[in-house]
C-alpha cells in the first residue's frame, strides 16, 4: 500500500527567510511525487513532480524539491520566502507501476509567512 | 487555469435530498476524478472516471454515485444527502501520467 505523510500541520516562517514544508513516503515500487498549492476558495495547483532524474526538481514560484530515495522523503524548499507563499500545500504519491487513479494526498501543511 | 467548471459553486441542502454537482472539462482529458476535502483529512478520492461510461470507485465512493455520458462531463450524486456529506467537493483531470488539474471546487452544506 502507499502513503503519504506530511509532519507538520502548519509551518510559520519570517519573510525572507529559507522555508522547508516537510514530506516523506511510502511506495512499494518507484515513486511520482507531486506538490500541489492551494490558496482559498481556490483547486490545488500543481507547483512542481518528480518522476525520474535528477533530485532537485525545480518548479513554480521559486519553490523546488528534493527527492531522497534513502529517506523515502520529498520536502519542498525556497530559499527566500515571500508573505504570498502562505498558503495550504499538499504533498501527493502515486507507484509508478500503478494507475493514474492511485494517486494519494498528504493531509496538508498550512504555510504562514510573516513580514 | 486548465478548463475545468465545477456548478454549482456552493449548495445548501436538507437532509434526505438528492444533489447532483457537475464537472466540466474542455481540455479532452482522459480522466476525470471527485475527491472532497475535509480538515485533517486532506483530499480524499470519491469516484474516478477513464473514460466514457469507465468509472471505479475510490476510497470513500459510500453514499454517491458517478456518469460520464460524455468525455466533458462528470457527475457526482448523492442519491439521499447526510450531514457527513458536508464537505469541499473538487473535480480533477488529467492525462497519461501528467499531473492532475483541479476546479476551484463545490461548497456542499448539508443541513
Known amino acids: 500500500a502507499q502513503s503519504v505523510a506530511q509532519p507538520e500541520d502548519q509551518v510559520n516562517v519570517a519573510e525572507g527567510n529559507p522555508l522547508t514544508v516537510k514530506c516523506t513516503y511510502s511506495v512499494s515500487g518507484n515513486p511520482y511525487l507531486f506538490w500541489y498549492v492551494q490558496y482559498p476558495n481556490r483547486g490545488l495547483q500543481f507547483l512542481l513532480k518528480?518522476?525520474?532524474?535528477?533530485?532537485l526538481v525545480k518548479g513554480s514560484y521559486g519553490f523546488e524539491a528534493e527527492f531522497n530515495k534513502s529517506q523515502t522523503s520529498f520536502h519542498l524548499k525556497k530559499p527566500s520566502a515571500l508573505v504570498s507563499d502562505s498558503a495550504l500545500y499538499f504533498c501527493?504519491?502515486?507507484?509508478?507501476?500503478?494507475?493514474?487513479?492511485?494517486?494519494?494526498f498528504g493531509s496538508g501543511t498550512r504555510l504562514s509567512i510573516r513580514p | 487555469d486548465a478548463g475545468i467548471t465545477q456548478s454549482p459553486r456552493h449548495k445548501v441542502t436538507e437532509t434526505g435530498t438528492p444533489v447532483t454537482l457537475r464537472c466540466h472539462q474542455t481540455e479532452n482529458h482522459r480522466y476525470m476524478y471527485w475527491y472532497r476535502q475535509d480538515p485533517g483529512h486532506g483530499l480524499r478520492l470519491i469516484h474516478y472516471?477513464?473514460?466514457?461510461?469507465?468509472?471505479d470507485k475510490g476510497e470513500v465512493s459510500d453514499g454517491y454515485s458517478v456518469s460520464r455520458s460524455k468525455t466533458e462531463d462528470f457527475l457526482l450524486t448523492l442519491e439521499s444527502a447526510t450531514s457527513s456529506q458536508t464537505s469541499v467537493y473538487f473535480c480533477a483531470i488529467s492525462e497519461g501520467n501528467q499531473p492532475q488539474h483541479f476546479g476551484d471546487g463545490t461548497r456542499l452544506s448539508i443541513l
Open positions: 518528480y518522476i525520474t532524474g535528477d533530485n
Open positions: 501527493a504519491v502515486r507507484d509508478t507501476g500503478s494507475s493514474a487513479s492511485k494517486i494519494i
Open positions: 472516471s477513464y473514460g466514457v461510461k469507465d468509472t
